[in-house]
């Protein structure tokens, strides 16, 4: 079945930087990438995703790449602000009509005032 | 604006109950999903069900099953509770084609002890 590896498990920036998370996945088939962020005690909230017919996606400072070839995709945040940290998840949806979701172990990003 | 209820945000159980963990969604999705979230696991998907009656097992169903005997309602049931089960434990409910990926429940924090 499909498998998402995520890194870095950690990341600290100082605010106004940029951040990079990255995450391969192993099923060539997987169709829809979405990334979730996860405030300390709240629940997670999708903030951005990609399909696999489309290469980059941009929403304001936070944008995700895909490389079908290489089977990994990024997220990428700009301009980074204290409120930017929390706790960032990718997945991954194999093929077919359940709808299911494969996430990666998850990356804690810290911006620092 | 709720929309995917959890029923017990804290539950503590001991060794060898019975623990069922309850799950509403009122956004009339076919999709519903149990996973577990753990400190550098991430989210680990334990079934998921895409239509009443329907459930299917995920990467972790060992010591687990489900219910869905109506399409608003998915409960996760802890045959007996083991501590190797202490976890938070979130329920998502999606629509077919991840028109717009999961809405989470804010959770149950489970100890077993």
């Known amino acids: 079945g499909e498998n998402v590896e995520q890194h870095p498990s950690t990341l600290s920036v100082q605010e106004g930087d940029s951040a990079v998370i990255k995450c391969t996945y192993s099923?060539?088939?997987?169709?829809?990438f979405p990334w979730y962020k996860q405030e300390l005690g709240k629940r997670p909230q999708l903030i951005i995703d990609?399909?696999?017919?489309?290469g980059e996606k941009k929403d304001q400072r936070i944008a995700v790449t895909l490389n079908k070839t290489a089977k990994h995709f990024s997220l990428h945040i700009t301009e980074t602000q204290p409120e930017d940290s929390a706790v960032y998840f990718c997945?991954?949806?194999?093929?077919?009509?359940?709808?299911?979701?494969?996430f990666g172990q998850g990356t804690t990003l810290q911006v620092k005032p | 604006d709720v929309k995917v209820t959890q029923s017990s945000r804290y539950l503590v159980k001991r060794t060898g109950e019975k623990v069922f963990l309850e799950c509403v969604q009122d956004?009339?999705?076919?999709?519903m999903f149990w996973y577990r979230q753990d400190p550098g696991l991430g989210l680990r998907l334990i079934y998921f069900?895409?239509?009443?009656?329907?459930?299917e097992k995920g990467d972790i169903p060992e010591g687990y099953s489900v219910s869905r005997e109506k399409k608003e309602r998915f409960s996760l049931i802890l045959e007996s509770a083991s501590t190797n089960q202490t976890s938070m434990y979130l329920c998502?409910?999606?629509?077919?084609?991840?028109?717009?990926?999961?809405?989470f429940g804010s959770g149950t924090r489970l100890t077993v002890v």
């Open positions: 998502a409910s999606s629509t077919p084609g991840q028109r717009y990926g999961y809405t």
């Open positions: 990609i399909r696999s017919n489309v």
């Open positions: 069900s895409y239509d009443v009656k329907m459930k």
């Open positions: 956004m009339d999705h076919e999709n």
């Open positions: 099923d060539s088939a997987s169709n829809y």
């Open positions: 997945a991954a949806s194999p093929p077919g009509n359940t709808g299911k979701l494969i």
